[in-house]
C-alpha cells in the first residue's frame, strides 16, 4: 500500500524558512506528478505548486512566486517545497498529493504538515 508522508512544518517567524518534504513509500514516486496544496482554517484547500514526474514542468501560484520553490529527489522518492519569506497568510496545513497522469492511475494524499507563521 503506498503511502506518503510530509514533514518539515512549524513555527516560524515572518520572513523566515521551512522546507517541507513529501516522502513517498511503497511506489515510485517518479511515475507521479506531484503537487503541495494548502487548507488554512476555514478555508478552501488551494494548490500552491506542481511539480511535473521529471522536474523539468513547475506551476505555482501568484502569492508564492519568488519566494517558494519546489523540487524532487526521484532517487529519494521525495518531492520538497522550500518556502523562504514566509509570511502570516502562508499558515495553513500543507498537503502532498501524487498523481499517476494516466488514466485510471493511482493518487495519493499525505496527511499534512502545520505551518505557522507568527511572531
Known amino acids: 500500500q503506498g503511502q506518503l508522508v510530509e514533514s518539515g512544518g512549524g513555527l516560524v517567524q515572518p520572513g523566515g524558512s521551512l522546507r517541507l518534504s513529501c516522502a513517498a513509500s511503497?511506489?515510485?514516486?517518479?511515475?507521479?506528478?506531484v503537487g503541495w496544496y494548502r487548507q488554512a482554517a476555514g478555508k478552501e484547500r488551494e494548490l500552491v505548486f506542481t511539480i511535473s514526474r521529471n522536474g523539468v514542468l513547475t506551476n505555482y501560484m501568484d502569492s508564492v512566486k519568488g519566494r517558494f520553490t519546489i523540487s524532487r529527489d526521484n532517487a529519494k522518492n521525495t518531492v520538497y517545497l522550500q518556502m523562504n519569506s514566509l509570511k502570516p497568510e502562508d499558515t495553513a496545513i500543507y498537503y502532498c498529493?501524487?498523481?499517476?497522469?494516466?488514466?485510471?492511475?493511482?493518487?495519493?494524499w499525505g496527511q499534512g504538515t502545520q505551518v505557522t507563521v507568527s511572531g
Open positions: 511503497g511506489f515510485s514516486l517518479s511515475r507521479f506528478a
Open positions: 498529493n501524487a498523481e499517476e497522469t494516466v488514466v485510471g492511475g493511482d493518487s495519493y
